[in-house]
């Protein structure tokens, strides 16, 4: 089985989607019926598509559902600071241009570069696991080979 490691605000931001959507169900059911009311259901586009979104739906909250049933919460104060893991707030700097980015590294699901949350499945995501302070992670890019040396890591 495959886990699924999270933050807590993580966890709860997909508790909230899934609640969210099972509210949801209601109003394509109305859609169905109201469409199945208009006759014929050979040529009915509107039902077709009803229907549809009702399977789109049930589909997404099987799968939150899933990912959530075997989710498991990472707290952050529980983080061992000498290498880079799950969940690591990493400050490195790019030894082409001394360029230094802060990044934590978090689950796909939580991936977000913006606010500098980056994939554990990323190129430089799987390049800094394991580093620590001091190692210089060689990551391959569409660009070619970066060299990112690790300045500091946080929880």
Known sequence: ??????????????KTELEDLVKER???SAQIAEARDKGDLSENAEYDAAREAQGMLE???SKLQQTIDNARIIEEGQLDNSKVYLLS??????????????YQIVSEREADLKAGKISVDSPIGKGL?????GDVAQITAPGGLI????????A
């Open 59 to 61: 589909l997404r909250i």
């Open 1 to 14: 089985m495959a886990y699924t490691y999270l933050t807590k605000e993580g966890y709860v931001k997909l």
């Open 147 to 154: 060299q990112f040396k690790i300045v500091s890591i946080n």
């Open 129 to 133: 696991l394991g580093k620590t302070v």
């Open 26 to 28: 209601p109003k394509i």
């Open 89 to 102: 707030r990493v400050k490195i700097q790019n030894l082409k241009n001394n360029q230094e980015m802060t």
